[in-house]
């Protein structure tokens, strides 16, 4: 096996070979000096040459087969070296290539903290396109300054303390504003002889899973703020139901100081029996069947005997796979709550027994509001009777003297002028009869202002239905009008002012007769009767009258006609003063205001209605004389 | 033989003049009645002196004094104690004077204005004896 040849052998080898070929050319260069001399001394000289020859031949024979084994020596080692830098060469590729795919940042920097080489990552994360561009500079050529001194400084510390730093967490804030982590390893570099020359480091970016921890430690601690604040009880229970994890509110309705002194306690730790066990049940069954409890209310009793209650809601706990690896679950103490709402079925059962009541004296209050209102109707309408009464009266007196010079007039006229010329006459006549329309319009505002004493007598309804009939009999006869009486006998006695109750009837039966203009049906009623509470009330804000009692005994008049009826509208305004539904100049719109006034001072009630077969009906009561 | 007819003396008195000159006109066109107007109540009675009436129709209501007051005066005064006194008034309906018989609660007579002239002869013809025999 050919050895390999040292630099300093092949050196020497070379150098012995030349010093012994240098003395042989001297010789020969003697032996051609002499050759000119003689034959002899150049036969001499000749075979010298021929040995010197000889010598040289073999010299240079040896020569040349040293020089070739040095020569294949020296190529040996060549192909050698060659194969050796190939394969240092690769090697530095294979490294070169390992160090530009890894994610990691690798970089090696010198004593002044200058970029000596990097790998690709490392270039990237500094902006730039290669691992030259790197080289020569420093990090503040790529990085703000003040960052750029503090990966310097942590660099001159391991270069002077020749310690490595392992698995440091550096941030990094990129020139667009977000920041990077990453996990760095930096040691001393050293060259031959030991001494440190720089730094290598290498580093991980861990941007992502610090973000990750992040969002988790926020995450948690959001979880934390609700586990700790919420006043509802919040737990977490393994398959056999024990707590595994409870909120401070939890750990407070148990009495622990620290949450965490409830792990692998179960209920039966802390409530009665009475509680624990179906609490237990629940949950058993919701691990074997995965149906959640909702909102179920639940008493719990606790070992002191005190009772409180909550809504539950309570769910599976499932690991990654979906297997159920216990429960959880939310209790909001509703004690409060369930204590008003006893309370509030305490008081509704209360309520409902005094509902009767109520609604009686609901119905009380109601039928005195509708009195009230009567009443207050009444006294609004009194008022205004009684000043459109006294304005009547002043009326009618300034009226009457003009009237009575007119009339007086006119009767002048007619002696003087009537026997004359017969239209003078005619104009006369009409001119009296408008004189005596207006009169008893006169009278009939009279007849509404002066509130007059009563003059009261016992007497007999019938007996003044009677005499009402006849003085309108010819009235009657000439509207073909048939009267029918149904007069009870035997009414009790009332008190009647005569005149003024003949004038209520003799209104209502001219009424009657101008409603029936084609002839008709009057029929006039009397009964006796005992007020039904309805018809007592229904007076009982009158102004005037003396309320009827419940019960009371009343004498009746009813008067019904076969006209057309009053219209539904016009049926609340009958009574008021100058309201008429005839037409012009047949009524003065003061007969049943007038006729209203004479019952009420009677202390009776008139009331108006259609019938429901046609025509009006007309009903009076009067009170019985006691 | 020409009877002479002595004319009834009717005192009218009411504050109104328009219906005192009125009542005069009617009632003297007749040719039965002199007639004398007063719208003063305050000279009602020396009127009534002056004028020696066989019938007073009174007004009731009157500034000054009113008719019954007058009325009151009049029957106080032994010459007209039996004087028929008619008061003419507006503020009694003419029913009630029918129904009552036109006598009011003190004795008086009474007539509802407005009245015509056939009202007026009958109320006086009614009160006052035939001339001839007074």
């Known amino acids: 096996m050919l050895r390999s040849m040292t630099e300093e052998e092949a050196d020497s080898t070379r150098t012995g070979f030349l010093r012994r070929f240098s003395g042989l050319g001297s010789r020969v260069r003697s032996l051609l000096a002499g050759a000119s001399c003689d034959t002899a001394e150049r036969k001499q000289a000749e075979d010298k040459l021929r040995r010197t020859h000889d010598e040289l031949e073999q010299l240079i024979q040896g020569g040349a087969a040293q020089l070739k084994a040095i020569n294949e020596t020296l190529q040996s080692q060549v192909v050698q070296r060659q194969r050796a830098e190939q394969a240092l060469a690769e090697e530095r590729n294979l490294l070169r290539g390992l160090i530009d795919n890894l994610p990691d940042r690798i970089y090696v920097r010198d004593r002044q903290c200058r970029y000596l080489n990097d790998n690709i990552a490392h270039a990237q994360f500094l902006g730039v396109s290669t691992p030259d561009s790197v080289v020569g500079k420093s990090a503040a050529d790529f990085m703000p300054a ?351 002012d005569r005149v003024k109750t003949q004038q209520v009837f003799i209104n209502l039966f001219l009424n009657a007769i101008q409603a029936m203009p084609n002839g008709g049906t009057l029929t006039i009623r009397t009964y006796t009767k005992h007020l039904d509470p309805n018809e007592a009330r229904r007076d009982a804000g009158d102004r005037s009258a003396e309320h009827f009692r419940d019960g009371e005994m009343v004498v009746v008049a009813e008067v019904d006609d076969t006209g057309t009826g009053i219209p539904a509208e016009a049926l609340a305004k009958v009574f008021d003063p100058f309201f008429t539904t005839k037409p012009a100049g047949q009524g003065t719109g003061l007969g049943l205001t007038v006729t209203q006034k004479i019952v009420e001072l009677h202390g009776g009630s008139i009331s108006v209605c259609n019938r429901p077969e046609g025509g009006v009906r007309i009903t009076l009561i009067f009170r019985v004389r006691e | 033989m020409i009877t002479t007819i002595t004319k009834r003396k009717i005192l009218i008195i009411d504050d109104e003049p328009g219906f005192t000159h009125m009542v005069r006109l009617t009632l003297e066109n007749t040719g039965f009645y002199d007639v004398r107007e007063e719208n003063k109540p305050l000279l009602a009675l020396s009127t009534a002196h002056e004028f020696k009436p066989d019938l007073i129709f009174l007004d009731v209501l009157m500034p000054d004094m009113d008719g019954g007051d007058v009325a009151a005066k009049l029957k106080a005064d032994p010459e007209f104690r039996n004087t028929p006194v008619v008061f003419l008034t507006a503020t009694v309906p003419k029913r009630e004077a029918n129904s009552s018989g036109g006598l009011t609660s003190g004795g008086f007579l009474f007539l509802a204005k407005p009245v015509g002239i056939k009202e007026l002869v009958k109320c006086i013809e009614d009160n006052l004896k035939p001339a001839q025999q007074r």
Not at chain 1, 220 to 225: C, G, H, T, V
Not at chain 1, 304 to 314: A, I, L, N
Not at chain 1, 414 to 437: F, H, M, P, W, Y
């Open chain 1, 146 to 496: 003040a960052q750029a001194e503090q990966y310097e400084a942590v660099d001159r510390k391991i270069m002077e303390s020749n310690q490595p730093l392992l698995n440091i967490e550096e941030v990094t804030t990129r020139s667009n504003g977000t920041r990077r982590w990453a996990l760095t390893t930096k040691m001393p570099l050293h060259d031959a002889r030991g001494n440190v020359v720089g730094i290598v480091g290498i580093s991980r970016d861990i941007t992502q899973r610090k973000e990750t921890e992040l969002v988790l430690a926020k995450q948690r601690s959001q979880l934390d703020a609700l586990m700790d604040n919420i006043p509802d009880a919040i737990y977490f229970k393994d398959r056999q139901s024990r707590f595994t994890l409870i909120n401070r509110a939890q750990a407070d309705r148990f009495g622990l100081a620290d949450p965490a002194q409830a792990a692998g306690k179960t209920d039966f730790d802390f409530f009665s029996k009475e509680h624990a066990q179906p609490a237990f049940d629940d949950e058993q069954e919701l691990i074997r069947t995965g149906q959640p409890v909702v909102s179920k209310e639940e008493k719990e009793t606790w070992p002191d005997g005190h009772e409180t209650w909550v809504s539950t809601t309570k769910e599976p706990l499932r690991d990654q796979a979906g297997k159920i690896i216990g429960t959880f679950g939310i209790s909001r103490d509703i004690t409060a709550h369930k204590k008003s709402e006893d309370e509030l079925k305490f008081a509704y059962a209360e309520l409902e027994s005094n509902r009767g009541k109520l609604i009686e004296a609901l119905d009380n209050l109601k039928k005195s509001h509708e009195q009230l209102k009567a009443a207050q109707l009444q006294l609004i309408q009194a008022e205004k009777l009684q000043s459109v009464g006294r304005l009547a009266a002043g009326v009618a007196h300034e009226v009457k003297n003009p009237l009575a010079i007119i009339m007086l007039g006119l009767d002048y006229l007619a002696s003087e002028l009537g026997s004359k010329d017969a239209t003078t006459l005619q104009v006369i006549n009409d001119t009296q009869k408008a004189l005596k329309r207006a009169d008893s319009i006169v009278h009939g505002l009279l007849d509404f202002a002066v509130p007059r004493e009563l003059d009261l007598h016992d007497g007999q309804i019938n007996e003044v239905v009677d005499q009402s009939l006849q003085l309108l009999k010819h009235q009657l006869e000439m509207g073909h009008i048939v009267v029918v009486r149904e007069l009870k006998n035997d009414l009790p006695m009332l008190h009647l």
